[in-house]
């Protein structure tokens, strides 16, 4: 009887361990960026800082990251848009490679975020914050997917969170209008599951603020024929449409970056 007990005691604890699964769990206390995908992670220069670790007077330690025109902007060459970027993202090989892998699996983060106290306005069109970011290309290296399956858009002015329904330009869009981000930590949680039939489900300091439900899946192509395995990313930072090349930086500060396989509930997020 006893060994019966302790056999169920067992099992309830080995599959709690695997309830969860961090592929990311970060509040930058040790000051590193190991476990991130480089590529999107532009080095400090002399002149400027694209990352920089802060402690609080309450000994907590954040992460700023900052861009300007230019950085990293190689990824966008020969589109009209001047677009730079730095991001703390999955690895290429983090989620599954393929979208029958990828089918009816759930995946959640969540990160904080405020803007720094000399910020008095965005300087770019508008920034993405937080995307989910599918990749996939043909035989002339060319993406066939348009755009991100989600993104939140962030300007002072103006702010949209977004779910890219297949091919459908428009977008399932909401918008707000200010406050968004604040000098004081704002927490986000984003719910996205994988499906035709899928959902997406946004959480601003624990308040349900975009809850979207459709295809949340970009299986086929009009005019590309993928050749490559599909990489998905999971991605925050500060990747901008800036007006001109005269745009001046932008810096946001982010810390308590998680990203788990399973829902948020699942992941003990919410």
Not at 189 to 211: A, M, P, T
Request: glycine share 4%; with cysteine.
């Amino acid at each position: 009887m006893v060994f019966f007990k302790f056999l169920i005691l067992f099992s309830l604890i080995f599959s709690n361990s695997f309830a969860e699964e961090f592929i990311i769990n970060d509040d930058f206390s040790s000051k590193q960026l190991n476990g991130y995908d480089k590529s999107h992670i532009a080095k400090n220069k002399k002149d400027f800082k694209s990352y920089e670790f802060i402690n609080e007077n309450n000994g907590n330690t954040f992460i700023r990251l900052s861009s300007r025109v230019g950085q990293l902007s190689h990824f966008n060459k020969g589109q009209e848009y001047i677009k730079d970027r730095i991001e703390l993202g999955t690895r290429g090989q983090s989620l599954p490679n393929s979208w029958k892998k990828l089918e009816e699996q759930t995946f959640s983060w969540m990160f904080d975020a405020k803007l720094p106290k000399n910020v008095k306005a965005t300087n770019a069109k508008h920034i993405t914050i937080t995307q989910l970011k599918t990749i996939e290309k043909n035989s002339k290296k060319k993406q066939c997917h348009p755009g991100m399956p989600f993104r939140i858009n962030y300007n002072n002015k103006e702010t949209w969170i977004a779910v890219t329904d297949g091919f459908n330009i428009k977008h399932n869009k909401k918008y707000y209008y200010e406050n968004f981000l604040t000098k004081d930590w704002v927490n986000f949680k984003i719910e996205y599951h994988f499906s035709k039939n899928g959902w997406v489900k946004v959480y601003r300091n624990n308040e349900l603020i975009y809850d979207y439900d459709g295809n949340t899946m970009f299986t086929e192509y009009k005019d590309c024929k993928p050749k490559t395995e599909l990489r998905t990313f999971i991605r925050i930072g500060v990747y901008r449409n800036a007006n001109s090349k005269d745009t001046k930086p932008d810096s946001i500060d982010f810390d308590n970056y998680k990203v788990c396989k399973g829902t948020l509930r699942d992941c003990k997020l919410i």
